[in-house]
C-alpha cells in the first residue's frame, strides 16, 4: 500500500488524460472561487485601502530592504512555523494539517502527471510521501476537530455540530480519510470497496476546491499579505491607529497617565500573562 501509486493503478480503468484534466479543473477552481471570494467580501478592496491609510499615518518611511526583511520573517514566522499561534497544541495541529496537506497535493500532482502508468516507474518515494502526507492531515486535522475547536474545547458544543464555516476542515479530512482507505482497498485487490472509497475520495476532494467561495480555503492566501501588512505598520509607526506598547516604569507614560503611579506605584510588577494564564473552558 506504501509503496504503491494508486493513480498508476487507476489508469487501468480511468485514462491519464482524464486524471490531470480533473487535477486541471480542481487548480482553476480554487482560483476561480479565490477571485469571487475577493469580490464577495471585498477583501482586496480592503486590504489597498487600509494599506494606503497606513502609509498616510506612517510617522517614518520603510524601505525596500527593510521591507524584504519583513517578509522573511512572516515567511519564516506566520508562513513555516506558524508562530502566530500562542497555543502549542494548536500550533502543532495546524503544522501537521499544513504540511500534510502540501505533501498530499504536490505528490498527487507529480504522481498523476509524471507517472500516470504502471509503465511509467514511479520512483518509491513518491507514494510513501503521498501516504505519509495524507496521515499527517488526517492527524492534525482530526485532532484539531474533536479537542482544539473553539466551540468545542472552550464553548462545550457538541464535536459533531455542523455549520458552513466548517465545510473546509471537513472536506479536507474526508479527502485524506478516502484517499488512505481508497489505496488500501485498491492494494487489497476488494474491487468493489475500492470503486465505492475512490468515489466518496472523488466527491470530497471536489468539495473541497470547488467550495473555496463557501468555506476558509481562500483564508490561506490572505493571511500571508495581512501577516506582512501588520508588522510594516509596526515598523513605520501606524500601527493601524492602535497605541503602542507602553513600559509602565517609563517617567513619560507615567506623566501621560498619572493614574498608574497612584495606584500602581513608580515601580509597577508585570503584571503576568493576564488571559492566557488559563484556558477559556468555562462553559
Known sequence: ??????????????????????VILMVLLVIGGTVLDMIHKKSAQYFFENAKKAKKDAK?????????TIAFKVLANEVLTSGEFCHMKRRLSHLLTMYGFILFVA???IMIFGYPTPEASTPAILPILWHIGALMLAIGGYW???FI???????????????????????????????LIWSYTQSSGM????????????????????????SKFAHMFFKPAAAFQKRVTKADGSRENLPGDYDLTDPAVQAKFPDIPEYMGKNPSYMGPGIRREPANHY
Do not use: H
Not at 470497496?193 to 475520495?201: D, E, K, N, Q, V
Open 149 to 179: 475547536r473553539v466551540d468545542v474545547s472552550a464553548e462545550g458544543l457538541s464535536w459533531y455540530r455542523f455549520e458552513r464555516a466548517d465545510l473546509f476542515i471537513v472536506s479536507l479530512l474526508t479527502t485524506a480519510t478516502f484517499g
Open 1 to 22: 500500500m506504501f509503496t504503491s501509486n494508486p493513480f498508476a493503478e487507476l489508469s487501468a480503468s480511468i485514462s491519464p488524460q482524464i486524471m490531470q484534466g480533473y
Open 191 to 214: 474491487g468493489g470497496w475500492s470503486t465505492l472509497f475512490f468515489a466518496l475520495f472523488i466527491a470530497s476532494s471536489t468539495a473541497l476546491f470547488g467550495g473555496v467561495l463557501w
Open 107 to 109: 505528490t498527487t500532482a
Open 144 to 146: 484539531f476537530w474533536f
Open 60 to 68: 517614518r518611511s520603510v524601505g525596500t530592504g527593510e521591507k524584504t
